[in-house]
C-alpha cells in the first residue's frame, strides 16, 4: 500500500476525532468511536453496490414467511454479511432531528448480520449513541466518515464516468488492517499506552512468512493447509501468510486453499479482526478466530496447524493467566509441562512479568506429527526468550525442550527499532519438527541487525524497515545455512551447559573464652554441661571443631546454641566434615562441549585453586542459552597512541592549563 495514501486516509480519520469529538469526549476516549465507525464505514462500502438485491430478496422471503433469513441475505449481498435495512450510511446524512437519526441509525446497526452484531458488541459501540446524539454530533461523525476524500472502499474512484482515471485508488484488506493499528497506536500514544501493541510491521510479518513457506515451496501439494496464529491482533499476520502461500503455490501450478486461525485477547483489535475475515467475503474463516487469552482459555485446544505465525506480547505480565489455571505453581497444562523417560517433570513456566515463551510452546504444542511437511512455525520475541533465566528456571526449560527435541532451525536477530512498541532488537525464531537431514541437531543464528534502511517518517519506535533485497537476502542466507561473519550454524549441544555448585568445607577455630549470653542456654543442667565440659578440655583455644566436639562429650542441641559464640571462620583451622561454608559457595557454567564434561572442566578450572572443593551432586543443573554476543561480538579498533595524545591536547587546550598542571607536565 502506498505511505502517501495510507498517511491520508490516517490523518484524515484522525481529524474526524479533533473536528467533531473534541468538545464531547476526552482525548482518550476518541477511539471509542472512531474506531468502531471506521469498521461500519468499511462494512457500508463493501455492501453499497449490492443493497437493492438484499432489499428486494428480504421483500421475497417476508412474504413467504421464511425466517432463518441470513444465508440467503448474504448470498445476495456477495459476502459473509449483510445488511437488510433500508439504509446506507450516506441516507442518514439527511435526518434533520436528532431523535429520528437516532432511531434510523439504530435500526441501521440492527440490521447487520449476527457476525457484525458481535464485532459491534465488542467495540461497545451503542453505549456511545446516545452521548453523540445529546451533543448532536452524530451526524457530523456520519458525514465525515461518508466523505469523499477519503475511499475506505475495495474498489477505486475514477474522476469521471469513463472510468479511466483513478481519483482514490482501492484499500485492499492489509491496507485496511494498517489504518486500524495505526490509528490503534496513535490513540495507545495518547493515553500513554503501549504503543502498537497488536501490530507487526509488513517487512517482518513478509520475512516471517518467507521462512515459514519457501523452505518447503516446492513441496507444496494440491491440498488445504491450515495457518494459525495464537496473538492474531487485527489479523494481518494471517493475511499475509495466506497471500504467500497462494502465491508460492500459483507459481508451481498448484491448486491450494488456506484455512485461518486466530486468537486475539483485546476486545477491539478482535473485532477488527473479525471484520477483517468477513470482509474477504469468507464467514468460516471469521468463525474460526477466538476471542479470550490464549494461555488461559485456548480456543484451539484439539487443533493442530500445518504453518504458525506470531508476535506475542513480551515483556508483559501474564499473572491473571496463572492465577486463572489455578497459581504458577499448580499449573498442570501439558502445552507448559514435559516429561522425561523417566518420568521426570520439565516445568517450563516463566516468570509471571514475562509470558512470551508460553505462546511458542503453545504453537508447538499444535504441531502436526503425522504429515509429510509437519508443522513450521515463525515467531518473534525480544532478546529475554534466548537468554534470560537460569539453569533449571521455567525459561531454561523451555529452551531446553524446544533444542533437546530438535525443533529450532534458526533465530535471526533484527535490527532495533524494527518495531513500532519497542526501540529494543528483536528474534524471529524459526521452527519445525520435520527438519531437512542437513539441519538436524543443528541451530542456524543469523546476525541481520545491520539489515536495515531508514524510514521517511518514524511510526512510534520503528525507525527503520527492512527492504524487499534484504529480506531476500535473509532468506538467501537460511537456505543456503551459509556460513559467514553474519551466519552461523551450531550443534545443538553448544547452547547447552551444566549448572554445578562448588562447595568449600566450613573452617572454625574456637575460643572457649567467649561469654555465651544469658537466655542462650536456658535450661540450668545444659549451661552446667557445657560449663564442666570445657572445664575438662584442659585448653581454651582450637582450630578443630570436630575435635572438640567431639571431646567435649556434649550434646548436638547444646553446640549448635554456643557455636555461633564460640567460634569464628579461619582459613587457619581445619574443615568440618560435610559441612560448606557459605560463603565461599560458587557456582560454575560448564558448556556441554567442555571436552571431558563436568569432571574434567573440575580437574582442571576448580581443584587447582581450591583444593577442598567438591561439588554438590543434588544442586546440579542443566540450562540452555542462546548468546550472540558469544559468535557475533563486534569489537572496536584500539585506538592508536598518537591519535589519544592528540585528544588529550585537544582536551588541554579547552582546559585552560589545568589538565597539564594535574598531569605535571606529561603532555
Same mark, same amino acid.
Given at each position: ?151 475506505? !472502499? ?97 507459481? @508451481? ?42 494461555? !488461559? ?25 496463572? $492465577? ?182 566450613? @573452617? ?52 549448635? =546454641? ?7 571462620? !579461619? ?45 554438590? $551432586? ?8 542462546? !548468546? ?5 561480538? =563486534? ?16 582536551? $588541554? ?15
Amino acid at each position: 500500500m502506498d505511505n502517501q495514501v495510507h498517511n491520508a486516509i490516517v490523518s484524515f480519520i484522525w481529524g474526524i476525532a479533533d473536528d467533531c469529538l473534541r468538545d464531547v469526549y476526552v482525548r482518550g476516549k476518541y477511539r471509542d468511536v472512531i474506531l468502531p465507525m471506521t469498521v461500519i464505514r468499511r462494512l457500508d462500502a463493501m455492501l453499497e453496490d449490492t443493497k437493492p438485491a438484499v432489499l428486494a430478496m428480504k421483500e421475497k422471503m417476508d412474504a413467504a414467511g421464511i425466517t432463518n433469513q441470513w444465508p440467503a441475505l448474504c448470498n445476495a449481498a456477495g459476502q459473509a454479511f449483510c445488511n437488510p435495512s433500508p439504509f446506507l450510511l450516506k441516507d442518514l446524512t439527511s435526518r434533520a432531528k436528532k431523535q429520528t437519526l437516532k432511531v434510523d441509525f439504530e435500526a441501521y446497526l440492527d440490521g447487520f448480520s449476527p457476525n457484525v452484531q458481535e464485532i459491534l458488541e465488542k467495540f461497545k459501540f451503542r453505549n456511545q449513541i446516545d452521548t453523540m446524539i445529546d451533543a448532536d454530533i452524530l451526524g457530523a461523525v456520519i458525514e465525515k466518515f461518508i466523505s469523499p476524500t477519503i475511499n475506505l !472502499s475495495p474498489k477505486p474512484v475514477y474522476t469521471d464516468d469513463t472510468m479511466k482515471t483513478i481519483k482514490l485508488p482501492a484499500l485492499d484488506n492489509h491496507g485496511m488492517g494498517t489504518v486500524f493499528e495505526e490509528l490503534i497506536r496513535k490513540f495507545n500514544e495518547e493515553n500513554n499506552e503501549e504503543a502498537g501493541e497488536h501490530w507487526t510491521p509488513r517487512d517482518v510479518v513478509e520475512l516471517m512468512a518467507d521462512l515459514i513457506f519457501v523452505p518447503v515451496a516446492d513441496q507444496i501439494k494440491d491440498a488445504t493447509y491450515s495457518c494459525y496464529d495464537g496473538a492474531c491482533g487485527t489479523g494481518g499476520m494471517l493475511t499475509v501468510a495466506q497471500d504467500r502461500l497462494m502465491t508460492l503455490a500459483r507459481r @508451481r501450478g498448484k491448486n491450494v486453499s488456506i484455512h485461518l486461525f486466530g486468537q486475539e485477547i483485546n476486545p477491539e483489535t478482535y473485532a477488527i479482526c473479525k471484520a477483517d475475515m468477513l470482509l474477504k467475503g469468507d464467514g468460516e474463516q471469521a468463525e474460526h478466530i477466538s476471542y479470550g487469552s490464549t494461555l !488461559s482459555a485456548d480456543g484451539n485446544a484439539s487443533r493442530q496447524f500445518d504453518f504458525m505465525l506470531s508476535n506475542p506480547p513480551y515483556g508483559k505480565s501474564w499473572k491473571t493467566d496463572a $492465577e486463572k489455571m489455578g497459581g504458577k505453581k499448580e499449573i498442570l497444562d501439558s502445552r507448559f509441562n514435559a516429561y522425561f523417560e523417566g518420568g521426570e517433570q520439565l516445568q517450563m513456566i516463566p516468570r509471571t512479568s514475562d509470558g512470551q515463551l508460553l505462546f511458542l510452546l503453545n504453537n508447538v504444542s499444535k504441531m502436526k506429527k503425522d504429515t509429510e511437511l509437519g508443522s513450521r512455525i515463525a515467531e518473534v520475541h525480544n532478546g529475554s526468550s534466548i537468554f534470560t533465566g537460569d539453569a533449571g528456571s521455567g525459561e531454561s526449560n523451555a529452551r531446553r525442550y524446544l533444542i533437546e527435541n530438535d525443533f529450532v532451525e534458526a533465530i535471526i536477530a533484527l535490527p532495533d527499532k524494527m518495531f513500532y512498541n519497542t526501540p529494543l532488537g528483536t528474534y524471529i525464531w524459526i521452527l519445525s519438527n520435520k527438519k531437512e537431514e542437513r539441519r538436524k541437531g543443528k541451530i542456524q543464528l543469523i546476525d541481520a541487525t545491520e539489515m536495515k534502511a531508514p524510514l521517511l517518517k518514524k511510526l512510534g519506535d520503528k525507525s527503520f524497515q527492512l527492504k524487499e533485497e534484504q529480506r531476500k537476502e535473509i532468506v538467501r542466507i537460511f537456505m543456503d545455512m551459509e556460513e559467514s561473519a553474519i551466519s552461523k550454524v551450531l550443534r545443538n549441544e553448544e547452547f547447552g551447559f551444566w549448572s554445578i555448585t562448588v562447595e568449600r568445607p566450613l @573452617r572454625l577455630s574456637v575460643d572457649l573464652c567467649s561469654d555465651i549470653p544469658d537466655g542462650i542456654l536456658k535450661k540450668a543442667d545444659e549451661k552446667q554441661a557445657y560449663l564442666e565440659a570445657i572445664k575438662k578440655l584442659g585448653y581454651t583455644e582450637s582450630d578443630d571443631w570436630n575435635e572438640f566436639a567431639r571431646a567435649s562429650k556434649l550434646k548436638a542441641s547444646i553446640l549448635k =546454641k554456643v557455636r555461633p559464640y564460640i567460634t569464628a571462620v !579461619s582459613p587457619k583451622a581445619k574443615p568440618i566434615v560435610g559441612e560448606p561454608d557459605v560463603s565461599l559457595r560458587d557456582t560454575e557454567i560448564i558448556p556441554f562441549v567442555y571436552d571431558g564434561g563436568i569432571k574434567a572442566y573440575f580437574d582442571n578450572e576448580v581443584l587447582p585453586f581450591t583444593e577442598d572443593a567438591w561439588i554438590d $551432586e543434588k544442586k546440579m543443573q542443566i540450562g540452555y542459552e542462546v !548468546s550472540f554476543a558469544k559468535y557475533f561480538s =563486534k569489537s572496536k579498533p584500539v585506538r592508536d597512541l598518537a591519535t589519544i595524545v592528540e585528544e588529550f591536547k585537544d582536551l $588541554e587546550a579547552t582546559t585552560d592549563g589545568m589538565l597539564s598542571e594535574i598531569l605535571g607536565g606529561l603532555i
